[in-house]
C-alpha cells in the first residue's frame, strides 16, 4: 500500500489538512496572514519533503532499480495529487464556507504591504542625499499608496480562482525543483 503514490500524495493531502484547519481554528488571530505565511513557508516544505523522500526511498529500500525518470514520477506524483487536492480544498472553504476568513487574509495581507511599504519608505529617506534622490522616493511612495490604497484594493479578492491558479503554479515549480533533486540523488548508479 505505501508503494502507491497516490496514496502517498493523499496522506500529504491529510497531513496538509490537519495543519490547514488546525491553523484556522487554534491560530486565526490578528496575526493569521502572517501565521499561514510561516507555516507555507518553513512547515509545509517539510512535510513534503518527507513524502518525498518517503515515496522514492521506499523503492530503493526494496532494491527496485530507478532511472532519473522513474525516481522523478515517484517523487513528484505525491507531491501533485497532495498539493492539487489541498489547494482545491482550500479554495473551496475560503470562497464558499467561509468567506469571513478570506476577508480576514486579504485585509492582513494589505495592511502588511501598507506597513512594509512605510518602513521601506522611513529607512531609505534618512539615507538618501540628493534632493533628486529625495524627490523620486517621495514619488514612488505616493504612487504606492494610491496602488494599495482602500479605494483600489476593496474589490480585490487574493483568493480567487486565478490567484489560487498562480499559488499552485508557484507550488509546482517547487515540486519540480524537489523532484529533480531526489530523481538525480535516488537513481541507481549504473546510469552514471
Known amino acids: 500500500m505505501t508503494k502507491n503514490v497516490y496514496t502517498i ?10 495543519v490547514f484547519f488546525g491553523m484556522y481554528f487554534f ?26 523522500y518517503f515515496s522514492v526511498n521506499v523503492l530503493r529500500k526494496a532494491g527496485i532499480r530507478m532511472g532519473f ?11 501533485f495529487v497532495g498539493g492539487f487536492l489541498s489547494v482545491i480544498v482550500m479554495f473551496l472553504f475560503l470562497n464558499f464556507v ?9 485585509f492582513q495581507y494589505l495592511d502588511r504591504q501598507k506597513t512594509e511599504m512605510d518602513n521601506e519608505y ?11 534622490q529625495k524627490e523620486e ?9 494610491l496602488r ?20 499552485f503554479a508557484a507550488i509546482l515549480v517547487f515540486y519540480v525543483i524537489l523532484s529533480t533533486f531526489f530523481a538525480s540523488f535516488f537513481r541507481s548508479r549504473s546510469e552514471l
Open 9 to 18: 500524495g493523499f496522506v500529504l493531502f491529510i497531513a496538509t489538512m490537519v
Open 27 to 52: 491560530g486565526m488571530n490578528t496575526s493569521y496572514f502572517d501565521n499561514t505565511m510561516l507555516i507555507n513557508s518553513f512547515l509545509m516544505p517539510v512535510i513534503y519533503l518527507a513524502g518525498a
Open 69 to 79: 525518470r522513474e525516481a522523478f514520477g515517484r517523487a513528484f506524483k505525491p507531491m
Open 98 to 106: 467561509d468567506p469571513a476568513a478570506k476577508d480576514l487574509l486579504n
Open 122 to 132: 522611513n529607512t531609505a529617506k534618512p539615507i538618501l542625499k540628493t534632493d533628486e
Open 137 to 145: 522616493l517621495e514619488k514612488e511612495y505616493a504612487q504606492n499608496k
Open 148 to 167: 494599495i490604497s482602500h479605494e483600489m484594493t476593496k474589490d480585490k479578492d487574493f483568493f480567487s480562482f486565478r490567484q489560487f491558479s498562480y499559488y
